[in-house]
């Protein structure tokens, strides 16, 4: 008896947190110590940077998996809020590096009394504060989408979505522009945004779903399904 194929979701969803694990934890844990090793121990400065670039490197694996995956299920939105967690991780790992290091450091420019340094450490809080107001103003929005990439023309899913509103009852509004088409459900909070991804393949994030407009998202997934 074979052994089932795991669920996809699944896998992106382990995909998306080990990319986030990698760039929170991972890369300023490692600059981290390449900053520490280049004002006590110079002789692993070149190790640390040079894995430094080889943790990044293989950050490219998983979000090319990720990639893939999101051609085969529908996933909520939310991987922003994955980076914005990694942009956190990495600032205040590297505010505390910083700080440490000039604590100990006996190089210009790494003194404590010297302006710089607290001018790194000054301008790293107030990322900081920016990157966490940006989380809590549209954490809902992106917790509320959902995405999904398909092997197919924009112009082909917008005709067949725009034919299913329409049996449904529902008016549905066009707003084209440079990047793709978007819908706009006319009554029932639910937008439509498809995208060209690529030469030929196309990116569609439904936004804004809600308990009033679940049942018409699941049915406009069923019948993606059936035609693609």
Known sequence: ?????????????????????????????????????????????DVFFILTIVVAVLTLLPAKKMHDLHFECWSANNMPLKIVTSFVGMI????????????????EGLTPENPLTFGIVGGLLFILLGVMSYNSRYRDKFLSMEKRFYRKDPRYLEDIMTEFFNSKGEKCAKFPDDKGTRLVVEGKKLAVNIALLGSSNSEVIIEDIDLGNVDLFNNLKELLKAKT
């Open 92 to 107: 205040y790992i590297s505010v505390v590096a910083v700080f440490a290091v000039a604590m100990v450091a006996v190089f």
């Open 1 to 45: 008896m074979g052994i089932p194929a795991e669920d996809p979701a699944c896998e992106l969803e382990r995909a998306q947190n080990l990319v986030e694990f990698m760039l929170a934890v991972v890369v300023p844990i490692i600059l981290a110590l390449m900053l520490f090793s280049y004002v006590i121990f110079r002789e692993l400065f």
